[in-house]
Protein backbone atom coordinates (compact mmCIF):
# COMPACT_ATOMS: atom_id res chain seq x y z
CA UNK A 1 0.00 0.00 0.00
CA UNK A 2 2.65 2.45 0.95
CA UNK A 3 4.50 1.24 -2.66
CA UNK A 4 1.56 2.09 -4.19
CA UNK A 5 1.33 5.61 -2.47
CA UNK A 6 4.83 6.65 -3.12
CA UNK A 7 4.76 5.82 -6.71
CA UNK A 8 1.41 7.91 -7.17
CA UNK A 9 3.15 10.75 -5.52
CA UNK A 10 6.14 10.24 -7.26
CA UNK A 11 4.59 10.36 -10.75
CA UNK A 12 3.78 13.90 -9.84
CA UNK A 13 6.89 14.92 -10.41
CA UNK A 14 6.48 13.86 -14.21
CA UNK A 15 3.66 15.45 -15.77
CA UNK A 16 4.12 14.14 -18.98
CA UNK A 17 4.79 11.32 -18.28
CA UNK A 18 1.18 9.80 -18.80
CA UNK A 19 1.42 11.63 -22.09
CA UNK A 20 5.03 10.21 -23.70
CA UNK A 21 3.96 6.93 -22.26
CA UNK A 22 0.94 6.88 -24.53
CA UNK A 23 3.24 8.09 -27.25
CA UNK A 24 5.46 5.25 -27.04
CA UNK A 25 3.12 2.55 -26.81
CA UNK A 26 4.02 1.42 -23.22
CA UNK A 27 1.03 0.20 -21.73
CA UNK A 28 1.58 1.25 -18.16
CA UNK A 29 0.06 3.85 -15.99
CA UNK A 30 2.70 6.45 -14.57
CA UNK A 31 2.57 5.12 -11.08
CA UNK A 32 3.12 1.99 -12.51
CA UNK A 33 6.05 2.90 -14.59
CA UNK A 34 7.43 4.63 -11.44
CA UNK A 35 7.21 1.58 -9.44
CA UNK A 36 9.28 -0.88 -12.69
CA UNK A 37 11.85 2.13 -12.66
CA UNK A 38 12.19 1.93 -9.06
CA UNK A 39 12.26 -1.85 -8.92
CA UNK A 40 15.20 -2.00 -12.15
CA UNK A 41 17.25 0.54 -10.14
CA UNK A 42 17.26 -1.21 -7.33
CA UNK A 43 17.98 -4.35 -8.35
CA UNK A 44 21.08 -3.73 -10.59
CA UNK A 45 22.25 -1.11 -8.33
CA UNK A 46 22.13 -3.89 -5.44
CA UNK A 47 24.66 -6.28 -8.05
CA UNK A 48 26.65 -3.29 -8.11
CA UNK A 49 27.52 -2.51 -4.83
CA UNK A 50 28.34 -5.73 -4.40
CA UNK A 51 30.55 -5.68 -7.32
CA UNK A 52 32.01 -2.99 -5.54
CA UNK A 53 32.39 -4.58 -2.27
CA UNK A 54 34.92 -7.58 -3.57
CA UNK A 55 36.85 -4.42 -5.39
CA UNK A 56 37.19 -2.73 -2.30
CA UNK A 57 37.75 -5.94 -0.45
CA UNK A 58 40.77 -6.43 -2.95
CA UNK A 59 42.32 -2.72 -2.67
CA UNK A 60 41.76 -2.32 1.41
CA UNK A 61 38.83 0.63 0.52
CA UNK A 62 36.36 1.24 3.48
CA UNK A 63 33.39 -0.34 2.92
CA UNK A 64 31.22 2.52 4.26
CA UNK A 65 31.73 3.34 0.57
CA UNK A 66 29.49 1.44 -0.82
CA UNK A 67 26.44 3.39 0.46
CA UNK A 68 27.30 5.84 -1.69
CA UNK A 69 27.91 3.66 -5.05
CA UNK A 70 24.48 2.29 -4.56
CA UNK A 71 22.86 5.69 -3.75
CA UNK A 72 25.27 7.15 -7.33
CA UNK A 73 24.37 4.11 -9.08
CA UNK A 74 20.29 4.05 -7.82
CA UNK A 75 20.44 7.69 -9.09
CA UNK A 76 21.72 7.07 -12.88
CA UNK A 77 19.80 3.68 -13.34
CA UNK A 78 16.68 5.41 -12.57
CA UNK A 79 16.91 8.41 -15.03
CA UNK A 80 18.50 5.88 -17.63
CA UNK A 81 15.06 3.89 -17.22
CA UNK A 82 12.94 6.70 -17.19
CA UNK A 83 14.81 7.92 -20.23
CA UNK A 84 14.15 4.59 -22.01
CA UNK A 85 10.55 6.24 -22.89
CA UNK A 86 12.32 9.02 -25.08
CA UNK A 87 13.97 6.26 -26.58
CA UNK A 88 11.18 4.43 -28.01
CA UNK A 89 9.40 7.60 -29.14
CA UNK A 90 12.65 8.64 -30.99
CA UNK A 91 12.34 5.10 -32.53
CA UNK A 92 8.44 5.01 -33.34
CA UNK A 93 9.31 8.22 -35.30
CA UNK A 94 12.03 7.26 -37.32
CA UNK A 95 9.72 4.40 -37.99
CA UNK A 96 6.97 6.80 -39.04
CA UNK A 97 8.97 9.06 -40.83
CA UNK A 98 10.79 6.63 -43.00
CA UNK A 99 7.24 5.57 -44.93
CA UNK A 100 5.06 8.50 -43.92
CA UNK A 101 5.50 9.36 -47.56
CA UNK A 102 4.43 6.26 -48.84
CA UNK A 103 1.25 6.37 -46.21
CA UNK A 104 0.08 9.26 -47.52
CA UNK A 105 0.56 9.18 -51.24
CA UNK A 106 -1.43 5.65 -50.90
CA UNK A 107 -4.13 7.57 -49.76
CA UNK A 108 -4.12 9.97 -52.06
CA UNK A 109 -4.48 7.76 -54.44
CA UNK A 110 -7.11 5.82 -52.88
CA UNK A 111 -9.05 9.21 -52.49
CA UNK A 112 -8.61 9.98 -56.18
CA UNK A 113 -10.11 6.70 -57.16
CA UNK A 114 -13.23 7.67 -55.64
CA UNK A 115 -12.79 6.18 -52.63
CA UNK A 116 -14.43 8.00 -49.71
CA UNK A 117 -12.05 9.30 -46.50
CA UNK A 118 -12.71 6.44 -44.43
CA UNK A 119 -12.67 3.89 -46.73
CA UNK A 120 -9.13 5.29 -47.81
CA UNK A 121 -8.30 4.86 -44.25
CA UNK A 122 -8.77 1.36 -43.93
CA UNK A 123 -7.28 0.40 -47.49
CA UNK A 124 -4.08 2.77 -46.20
CA UNK A 125 -4.23 0.55 -42.80
CA UNK A 126 -4.48 -2.54 -44.44
CA UNK A 127 -1.31 -2.00 -47.32
CA UNK A 128 2.35 -3.36 -46.15
CA UNK A 129 5.10 -1.15 -44.62
CA UNK A 130 5.51 0.11 -41.09
CA UNK A 131 3.41 2.98 -41.45
CA UNK A 132 0.16 1.53 -42.14
CA UNK A 133 -0.01 0.35 -38.71
CA UNK A 134 -0.53 3.61 -37.20
CA UNK A 135 -3.10 4.72 -39.93
CA UNK A 136 -4.56 1.37 -38.56
CA UNK A 137 -4.83 3.00 -34.49
CA UNK A 138 -7.12 5.66 -35.80
CA UNK A 139 -9.15 3.51 -37.88
CA UNK A 140 -9.28 1.05 -34.25
CA UNK A 141 -10.67 4.89 -32.78
CA UNK A 142 -13.18 5.10 -35.20
CA UNK A 143 -14.12 1.61 -34.87
CA UNK A 144 -14.50 1.89 -31.37
CA UNK A 145 -17.44 5.04 -31.31
CA UNK A 146 -15.18 7.81 -32.07
CA UNK A 147 -16.15 10.05 -35.05
CA UNK A 148 -13.11 10.70 -37.79
CA UNK A 149 -12.44 13.88 -36.40
CA UNK A 150 -11.54 12.79 -33.14
CA UNK A 151 -9.66 10.26 -34.19
CA UNK A 152 -7.45 12.25 -36.38
CA UNK A 153 -7.08 14.63 -33.73
CA UNK A 154 -5.92 12.41 -30.95
CA UNK A 155 -3.53 11.09 -33.51
CA UNK A 156 -2.10 14.31 -34.09
CA UNK A 157 -1.41 14.80 -30.34
CA UNK A 158 0.08 11.40 -29.48
CA UNK A 159 1.98 11.16 -32.83
CA UNK A 160 5.22 10.76 -32.42
CA UNK A 161 6.01 12.12 -35.83
CA UNK A 162 5.77 15.48 -37.00
CA UNK A 163 5.44 15.25 -40.36
CA UNK A 164 2.81 12.90 -39.47
CA UNK A 165 0.95 15.30 -37.28
CA UNK A 166 0.70 17.68 -40.02
CA UNK A 167 -0.67 15.22 -42.78
CA UNK A 168 -3.17 14.45 -39.95
CA UNK A 169 -4.16 18.00 -39.63
CA UNK A 170 -4.38 18.99 -43.42
CA UNK A 171 -6.96 16.33 -43.33
CA UNK A 172 -9.02 17.09 -40.30
CA UNK A 173 -8.75 20.93 -41.23
CA UNK A 174 -10.22 20.10 -44.40
CA UNK A 175 -13.29 17.80 -42.79
CA UNK A 176 -13.83 20.92 -40.35
CA UNK A 177 -14.06 23.41 -43.19
CA UNK A 178 -16.07 20.99 -45.54
CA UNK A 179 -13.65 21.05 -48.54
CA UNK A 180 -12.32 18.61 -50.53
CA UNK A 181 -9.86 16.42 -48.63
CA UNK A 182 -7.44 15.86 -51.90
CA UNK A 183 -6.28 19.33 -51.99
CA UNK A 184 -4.77 20.06 -48.93
CA UNK A 185 -3.28 16.29 -48.45
CA UNK A 186 -1.34 16.60 -51.99
CA UNK A 187 0.05 20.07 -51.11
CA UNK A 188 1.21 18.72 -47.68
CA UNK A 189 2.76 15.74 -49.12
CA UNK A 190 4.49 18.11 -51.79
CA UNK A 191 5.37 20.10 -48.87
CA UNK A 192 7.32 17.02 -46.77
CA UNK A 193 9.27 16.14 -50.01
CA UNK A 194 10.76 19.31 -50.38
CA UNK A 195 11.68 19.28 -46.68
CA UNK A 196 12.72 15.29 -47.11
CA UNK A 197 15.15 16.79 -50.63
CA UNK A 198 16.75 19.47 -48.27
CA UNK A 199 17.36 17.26 -45.92
CA UNK A 200 19.22 15.25 -47.94
CA UNK A 201 21.30 17.83 -49.19
CA UNK A 202 21.78 18.96 -45.53
CA UNK A 203 23.33 15.09 -44.47
CA UNK A 204 25.15 15.33 -48.24
CA UNK A 205 27.15 18.54 -46.92
CA UNK A 206 27.36 16.94 -43.32
CA UNK A 207 28.85 13.76 -45.00
CA UNK A 208 31.43 15.41 -46.47
CA UNK A 209 32.98 16.83 -43.29
CA UNK A 210 32.46 12.91 -41.93
CA UNK A 211 34.27 11.53 -44.63
CA UNK A 212 37.02 14.12 -44.34
CA UNK A 213 37.59 13.55 -40.23
CA UNK A 214 37.22 9.62 -40.94
CA UNK A 215 40.10 9.68 -43.59
CA UNK A 216 41.84 11.64 -41.16
CA UNK A 217 41.71 10.36 -37.94
CA UNK A 218 40.92 6.63 -38.91
CA UNK A 219 42.94 6.02 -42.17
CA UNK A 220 45.89 8.35 -42.94
CA UNK A 221 46.69 8.96 -38.77
CA UNK A 222 47.00 5.34 -37.73
CA UNK A 223 48.72 4.38 -40.66
CA UNK A 224 51.64 6.51 -41.18
CA UNK A 225 51.52 6.60 -37.30
CA UNK A 226 52.31 2.77 -37.48
CA UNK A 227 54.59 3.09 -39.48
CA UNK A 228 56.70 5.98 -37.95
CA UNK A 229 56.66 3.80 -34.68
CA UNK A 230 57.93 0.48 -36.37
CA UNK A 231 60.48 2.79 -38.27
CA UNK A 232 61.46 4.36 -34.86
CA UNK A 233 61.19 1.30 -32.38
CA UNK A 234 63.41 -0.53 -34.87
CA UNK A 235 66.14 2.36 -34.35
CA UNK A 236 66.00 2.60 -30.51
CA UNK A 237 65.92 -0.90 -30.00
CA UNK A 238 62.09 -0.14 -28.53
CA UNK A 239 60.54 -3.51 -27.24
CA UNK A 240 57.32 -4.07 -29.40
CA UNK A 241 54.93 -6.65 -27.69
CA UNK A 242 51.55 -8.66 -28.60
CA UNK A 243 50.00 -6.80 -25.99
CA UNK A 244 51.03 -3.50 -26.72
CA UNK A 245 50.11 -3.97 -30.57
CA UNK A 246 46.49 -5.56 -29.12
CA UNK A 247 45.85 -2.22 -27.35
CA UNK A 248 46.40 -0.48 -30.66
CA UNK A 249 44.42 -2.49 -32.39
CA UNK A 250 41.12 -2.39 -29.90
CA UNK A 251 41.64 1.57 -30.00
CA UNK A 252 41.06 1.57 -33.80
CA UNK A 253 38.08 -0.80 -33.84
CA UNK A 254 36.39 1.46 -31.09
CA UNK A 255 37.36 4.28 -33.50
CA UNK A 256 35.80 2.50 -36.96
CA UNK A 257 32.89 1.82 -34.53
CA UNK A 258 32.35 5.05 -33.69
CA UNK A 259 32.13 6.94 -37.15
CA UNK A 260 29.78 3.98 -38.22
CA UNK A 261 27.41 5.14 -35.36
CA UNK A 262 28.10 8.68 -36.37
CA UNK A 263 27.33 7.92 -40.35
CA UNK A 264 24.28 5.73 -39.32
CA UNK A 265 22.97 8.12 -36.84
CA UNK A 266 23.46 11.10 -39.25
CA UNK A 267 21.57 9.46 -41.92
CA UNK A 268 18.08 10.86 -42.52
CA UNK A 269 15.26 8.35 -42.81
CA UNK A 270 13.20 9.81 -45.85
CA UNK A 271 11.84 8.03 -48.72
CA UNK A 272 11.20 9.92 -52.09
Excluded at 33 to 43: D, E, H, T, V, W
Excluded at 154 to 176: D, H, T
Excluded at 212 to 218: D, H, P, V
Aim: hydrophobic residues 50%.
Amino acid sequence: MFEISFANRASAYFPNLKKDLRIAHIHSTPAQYIRKSFAFAAIYSFFFMILFFFVFKKSGTSFFLLFPVFIASFILLLFFHLAGIKSRIRKREREIDKEVLFVGRYMLVKLYSGRPLLNALIETSESRGIGAKYIKEIVEDISTGSTIEEALNSAMVYSPSEKLRKILFYINNALKLGIDVTKPLESVLEEITKEDAIEIKKYGKKLNTLVIFYMLLAVIIPSLGAAIFVVIASFINFPVNLSGLMVIIMFLVILELIFIALFKSSRPLVNL
